[in-house]
Structures are given as structure tokens and as C-alpha cells.
């Protein structure tokens, strides 16, 4: 839990507060823009939620922060009913599952609600309201892992639902050896229905982006820079090789016609929805910059 004793003096006067355990994983300024900013290398109240809305997405990241940072003085009661309302609907049947997970700084993961069986994207914590919830929802079938560093707790929800789980072998490691699915090489390869692992190094040796009708689950691979309204990559964060990184995003280009996307999901930074042309000409875009770093 939050401390008020930590409370970070960058904060706003109100009940919301961050504490100084906060490592700036951004969770909260994309899920509340409104409310939570950065000051100082990490992230902190730059206003009270102004109507019942903007509180609502406050008390969501909260519940959200990976590191329990966030917190209200005196305590506020909605946050018990804010807990239990993750996973929340994004569009159709993808719902964002909140409880980011410290070993993953904090990285988004996503639930997709299915006919033919029910699928996390990466790992967020095993935290019991969430887990209640996934049971009431239908359960969990596959879990799609897009690399090595957002596994977190995938053994103990594969425990509990019996999932199997898919991850390039590149990305195996001493934590992830189990895996069931563990996928070979670089071409696309459909692991469920509807449903394509196109595998993308760069950001990590086995990075992969899951194709999912109009969605693009990307991972670390490709997101979404909110203030300068483009698509971006991170070549401060990618730990492999920026040229594989650069060529991998060159294919998601390349194969436009066979999976177009007009949502980007990713780890990192908010959601994002376009048309699919404009998708298209800001991947495009992407492409140009990346080649020229």
C-alpha cells in the first residue's frame, strides 16, 4: 500500500497522492493523462479528478500501479469496486486486465474473450479480485506471451486455468523452460483460430506481435506516443538489435494487405484506435524513421 509518509511533495494538494516508491513506469499517465503526470523522474498527482470519470480512471491506475505507488489520504471506499472490475472492456471483446506487475515495470497485459476459448496477452499479476474474475468470465485457455520480459506470473495462472502458453524459443529462459507452445524461427505461425504469432526480434531476440482480427497485441515491439500522436519504438529500450528491430517492423509493413490492424495494444503507453489506412501510412512513417537512426 501507498504511504502517506512518502507522499512526494510534487503532488497536488488532495486525497490522491504518489509516494516515492514510484519507478516512472508511465502505467498511470496513460491510464489517467488527466490526473497523473511526471515531475522528476517519477510520476505524481498534477490534479485532483475534477468529476466522477476522471476519478474513476484515477482509482483504475491505482489499482493498476505495479508498485502499489498510488494511494488516496484518508482511504477512499470506491477502490474495493474499482478492484473488481478489472478486466475492463477496451473494444469488443478486449478488455484491459490492469494489476501490472513490478517484474514487467509495469507492462499492460490484455484479455481477449473468445467463443473458442478465452486468452491473456502477457502476464498480469496473480492478484485474487482479478483472478475471481477471469473464473467468472469463462476461464483462461492460451496465454500469449510476446517476450521474454512480461512473463511475470504466467506459471501460476497456468496452474490455476490449465492454459497453455505460447513463447518464442529464442526468449526461453530458466522461468519460462515449461512452456507448452514455444515457437520456432521467423515466420508467422497461427497458434489459435483467428489468431497469428508473427515474430518480430529486436526489442528482444523472440520478440512477437499477436494478430488478432483488427488488433495487433505488440508487446515492446511497436506503441503509441500520446503527446506527439504517432506510433513509436523504443530505441533507448531495445535490448537485442535496433537493425533486426528496424527489419522486423519493415515486415508488419511488408504483410499490410495479409493483417492489416487498426488497433496497436502494446506494453507500454496507451491503446491506440485509427482508421486502418492512417495506421498504415504512420507505420509507414515508423519504417522511414527507424532507418534512418
Known amino acids: 500500500m501507498a504511504r502517506p509518509a512518502l507522499r512526494r511533495p510534487q503532488n497536488v494538494p488532495g486525497p490522491l497522492y504518489v509516494d516515492a516508491s514510484c519507478i516512472d513506469c508511465g502505467t498511470c499517465m496513460w491510464m489517467a493523462p488527466e490526473t497523473f503526470g511526471e515531475a522528476d523522474g517519477q510520476s505524481a498527482v498534477h490534479a485532483q479528478p475534477g468529476d466522477p ?3 474513476d480512471r484515477a482509482l483504475a491506475a491505482l489499482v493498476a500501479c505495479p508498485t502499489a505507488s498510488i494511494g488516496t489520504d484518508p482511504p477512499d471506499p470506491a477502490v474495493a469496486d474499482v478492484a473488481a472490475s478489472f478486466p475492463r472492456p477496451v473494444a469488443g471483446d478486449v478488455h484491459h486486465c490492469g494489476y501490472h506487475a513490478e517484474s514487467s515495470f ?14 491473456l496477452v502477457d502476464s498480469p499479476r496473480f492478484a485474487a479480485p482479478l483472478v475471481r474474475r477471469l473464473e467468472e468470465m469463462g476461464g483462461v485457455d492460451l496465454m500469449l506471451l510476446t517476450h521474454r520480459d512480461d512473463v511475470a506470473d504466467h506459471a501460476r495462472f497456468a496452474e490455476r486455468f490449465g492454459c497453455r502458453r505460447v513463447l518464442h524459443a529464442d526468449d526461453v529462459g530458466a522461468r519460462t523452460r515449461d512452456v507448452e507452445v514455444q515457437v ?7 497458434v489459435a483460430p483467428g489468431i497469428t504469432a508473427v515474430p518480430v526480434p529486436g526489442h528482444t531476440r523472440g520478440h512477437m506481435v499477436f494478430h488478432a482480427g483488427e488488433t495487433l497485441f505488440t508487446g515492446d515491439h511497436l506503441a503509441w506516443d500520446l503527446d506527439a500522436r504517432r506510433l513509436v519504438a523504443f530505441r533507448r529500450a531495445c535490448w537485442y538489435d535496433w537493425g533486426e528491430q528496424t ?17 496497436v495494444l502494446p506494453g507500454h503507453g496507451d491503446p491506440v484506435h485509427l482508421a486502418p489506412e492512417a495506421m498504415r501510412a504512420d507505420l509507414r512513417r515508423l519504417v522511414s524513421w527507424m532507418e534512418g537512426v
Open 247 to 263: 527489419e522486423s517492423m519493415r515486415r508488419l509493413l511488408e504483410a499490410w494487405d495479409e493483417r492489416p490492424f487498426s488497433w
Open 184 to 190: 520456432q524461427g521467423r515466420h508467422p505461425v497461427e
Open 53 to 55: 470519470a476522471a476519478r
Open 106 to 119: 509495469g507492462a499492460a497485459s490484455w484479455f481477449l474473450r473468445r467463443p473458442e476459448g478465452n486468452v
